[in-house]
C-alpha cells in the first residue's frame, strides 16, 4: 500500500524558514494535484497551498508571498518552502497528492513558530 511522508518540520523563530518535502513510499504516476494543508489545535484543517501537474499554483491567502510550493520533474514528490514564518502558521501540515487512484495523505508534521 502507497503512502506519502512528509519530512522538515521543526520548530522555528517568528520570520524563520522551513522547507516541508513529501514523497510517495514506492512510485506513484499520474498524480494531477499535490496539495499542502495544515490543521492548528482547535481549528479546521485548511488548504495552504496547492499544484497542478502542469505546474500551476494556487495559494491561500494568508501566506501569499511567503509559502512557495513546488514539485519534482518527475511529478512524484511536492515541496513546501516556507519564509517568514509568523506564530500563527503553527500547526500540523500535510501533504495530499491527487490522481486516479484517489487522495492520499501524509501523516503530518509539526511546525512551531515561536520565540
Known amino acids: 500500500q502507497v503512502h506519502l511522508v512528509e519530512s522538515g518540520g521543526g520548530s522555528v523563530q517568528p520570520g524563520g524558514s522551513l522547507r516541508l518535502s513529501c514523497a510517495a513510499s514506492?512510485?506513484?504516476?499520474?498524480?494531477?494535484?499535490w496539495a499542502w494543508y495544515r490543521q492548528a489545535p482547535g481549528k479546521e484543517r485548511e488548504l495552504v497551498a496547492s499544484?497542478?501537474?502542469?505546474?500551476?499554483?494556487d495559494y491561500a491567502e494568508s501566506v501569499q508571498g511567503r509559502f512557495t510550493v513546488s514539485k519534482d520533474k518527475a511529478n512524484t514528490s511536492a515541496y513546501l518552502t516556507m519564509n517568514n514564518l509568523k506564530p500563527e502558521d503553527t500547526a500540523v501540515y500535510y501533504c495530499?497528492?491527487?490522481?486516479?487512484?484517489?487522495?492520499?495523505w501524509g501523516q503530518g508534521t509539526q511546525v512551531t513558530v515561536s520565540s
Open positions: 499544484i497542478l501537474s502542469n505546474g500551476i499554483t
Open positions: 514506492r512510485n506513484i504516476f499520474s498524480v494531477t494535484v
Open positions: 495530499k497528492s491527487r490522481g486516479p487512484w484517489g487522495d492520499l
